[in-house]
């Protein structure tokens, strides 16, 4: 099956009692059972809804996976993900991700006595180097956020599966349209389903995608023990989000690679990240794994000072300034004083994240639009 067919069809069927085409939105807390331990497969909503359920199988669809779990975001899918782990296990990440992603391992799994190393990705030997009996995770952004940093997931997967860790990674920024870990030799695939897979900036969500069965139980077990569940509301506004994913996709890629080359050749404009430049060091990976190379990307300026960098930031008409990414609408972030605010000054500037990185999330509004004011906001 196509991608366009499999995201508009993925999870739902029509409802058989109506015919709705649309998967109901459940909203119930509980199920009237025939008897004790006698149901329709439905106990409780915090274990099961059979809205979330039509969007945990779309997730595995669209992921070409076996299993779905949703979450009611994404750390808390990633802190399900860090809850496989015990005391004295060790994971290795990458060292450019999301600072979110940085502060759940620093600020409340390292105390539980779980190890986290930070290499740069990019280059397998890095993971090879440091990896160990303790490793028993892998944690991978790519394209990383925010630097668009790409790492090659088939040849992590195999160092991964030589020492008996699994590997996760966040698909986030590439989506599944641009992107299927899974059959590269991923173990777990995350989304903050909260981007690109809802695409309206209106819910938060997260998933995790799979296929070992065994696996499976385990992360299910988590969900249904932790309860960081998505309400029913959210989930139909999830898998409205994905039936339209392919469309949105195909614009941001055009608007990104636009976008890309107008700021890349802008006299004002420094430095541009982003994996779609045929000299990007990642670029012959990323061109093997992915289908595109999507609408994210960072820029620093030649006058390089945070204050000319946060004028920018405020001028903008179009672009609006805020946290997220991979909405309709475009938005324009600060990652140091925003989104990896809580990664220590001293990490960020080790690893290329500068006080004056401007990141944006190109929407999918006509794209002259979005040049103009760009254009106007640099001056």
């Not at 105390?111 to 930070?118: D, L, P, Q, V």
């Not at 990240?273 to 030649?302: E, I, N």
């Not at 140091?336 to 080790?350: D, G, L, Q």
């Amino acid at each position: 099956m196509k991608l366009a067919t499999k995201y508009i069809h993925a999870g739902t069927e029509p409802d058989p009692s109506t015919g709705a085409i649309m998967t109901p939105i459940y909203q119930t807390s509980t199920y009237v059972q025939e008897a004790p331990g006698v149901n329709k497969g439905y106990e409780y909503a915090r274990s099961q809804n059979p809205t979330r359920k039509a969007l945990e199988d779309a997730y595995a669809q669209i992921e070409n996976g076996k299993f779905g779990l949703a979450f009611s975001s994404g750390v808390a899918a990633t802190d399900a993900v860090i809850k496989l782990l015990e005391p004295g296990d060790e994971v290795i990440a990458a060292n450019d991700m999301y600072g979110g992603t940085y502060r759940l391992f620093t600020k409340v799994f390292e105390k539980f006595g779980i190890r986290f190393r930070y290499v740069d990705t990019t280059n397998p030997e890095n993971i090879s180097a440091v990896i160990s009996s303790q490793t028993k995770l892998i944690w991978i952004e790519t394209p990383t956020n925010p630097l668009m940093n790409i790492t090659d997931i088939k040849a992590v997967a195999a160092i991964a599966n030589n020492a008996g860790a699994l590997l996760c990674v966040d698909n986030t920024f590439a989506s599944p349209y641009l992107q299927n870990p899974l059959d590269l030799g991923a173990d777990i695939v995350m989304h903050s389903a909260t981007k690109y897979l809802g695409g309206h900036s209106d819910v938060i969500q997260g998933c995790l995608v799979m296929n070992d069965a065994t696996l499976r139980e385990k992360l299910y077990f988590i969900q249904k023990s932790c309860g960081a569940v998505p309400g029913p509301m959210d989930c139909f506004l999830v898998l409205r989000g994905i039936k339209t994913l392919h469309v949105r996709m195909q614009r941001h890629c055009e608007n990104g690679e636009k976008m890309a080359a107008f700021l890349r050749n802008h006299p004002k404009v420094s430095q541009v990240y982003w994996c779609g430049f045929t000299d990007h060091p990642g670029y012959a990976v990323a061109s093997k794994q992915m289908r595109g190379f999507g609408g994210m990307m960072s820029f620093t300026l030649k006058d390089d000072s945070v204050e000319n960098a946060r004028r920018v930031l405020s001028s903008t008409k179009v672009f609006a300034l805020a946290e997220s990414l991979g909405g309709v609408e475009s938005l324009i972030n600060h990652p140091a004083s925003m989104t990896h605010a809580s990664i220590p000054r001293e990490e960020r500037i080790k690893n290329g994240l500068s006080d004056s990185l401007i990141r944006l999330s190109v929407g999918i509004e006509d794209i002259d639009d979005l040049i103009a004011d760009i254009n106007a906001a640099i001056g």
